[in-house]
């Protein structure tokens, strides 16, 4: 959490882009996660990034790397009721070996129908 | 099926008592992990286990024991329970890869109260 951080809450209309933000200090990171974590339900991997990437698309999610500011951004278009959730931005700092990820402390979604 | 299943979903006990969660995967994965979460849903992680082997231990006191029987399984004994102890617990598993971007699995997650 120390090392990841995210802005606490996000509501926008259904239908609109849901657009939550991240930054992480740890420069080593190679690899970059948007976790997904319903309501009363463990955490789900959404998506990631590789480093050497700048933007990632899939399907109705865009991930927005800016490695040179550290910032993680994660774009939900056509934001539905279900998209209602706590997203969590995260890392590894060592790719290799062993995995210690640190989570932000989440982003909670409300999505007003 | 589900790939990482954790027992039980909801505690509720006294200060003082003795409890355990339990978590078994499904997945064959190599690695296990136990994780907190508060209130505030800050996610932290308390110890990771590698084939049975303890390999991250990150400042947890010492009334938590974790315990992996085997590289299914890796349960979580927390003694002389505290107010501050009140958290949802999350068991996860991953395999470890030296390259290539890893997936934690989550179980559902443990609410413990402590009363």
């Known amino acids: 959490g120390e090392d990841v951080e995210q802005s606490l809450f996000l509501s926008v209309r259904e239908g609109d882009s849901s657009v939550i933000n991240c930054t992480y200090t740890?420069?080593?990171?190679?690899?970059l996660y948007w976790y997904k974590q319903e309501p009363g339900a463990g955490l789900q991997l959404l998506t990631y990034?590789?480093?050497?990437?700048d933007m990632k698309q899939d399907q109705r999610l865009t991930v927005l790397l800016n490695k040179k500011d550290k910032h993680l951004s994660l774009r939900i278009a056509d934001t539905q009721t279900g998209d209602s959730a706590i997203y969590f931005c995260?890392?590894?700092?060592?790719?290799?070996?062993?995995?210690?990820?640190?989570f932000g402390i989440g982003t909670k979604l409300q999505v007003i129908p | 099926d589900t790939a990482v299943s954790q027992t039980p979903k909801y505690l509720v006990t006294q200060m003082g008592n003795d409890k355990s969660i339990k978590c078994e995967q499904n997945?064959?994965?190599?690695?296990m992990y136990w994780y907190k979460q508060d209130s505030k849903k800050f996610l932290k992680i308390m110890f990771s286990?590698?084939?049975?082997?303890?390999?991250i231990n990150e400042t947890v006191p010492n009334r938590f024991s974790p315990k992996s029987p085997d590289k299914a399984h890796l349960n979580l004994h927390i003694n002389s329970l505290e107010l501050g102890d009140s958290a949802v617990y999350f068991c996860?598993?991953?395999?470890?890869?030296?390259?290539?971007?890893?997936?934690?699995?989550f179980g559902e997650g443990s609410r413990l109260t402590v009363l």
């Open positions: 997945l064959g994965h190599d690695t």
């Open positions: 286990y590698n084939n049975k082997e303890l390999i």
């Open positions: 996860a598993s991953s395999q470890v890869r030296l390259a290539g971007a890893g997936e934690l699995f």
């Open positions: 990034i590789f480093s050497n990437m």
């Open positions: 740890d420069s080593s990171s190679t690899y």
């Open positions: 995260a890392e590894i700092p060592d790719s290799g070996g062993y995995q210690k990820v640190t």
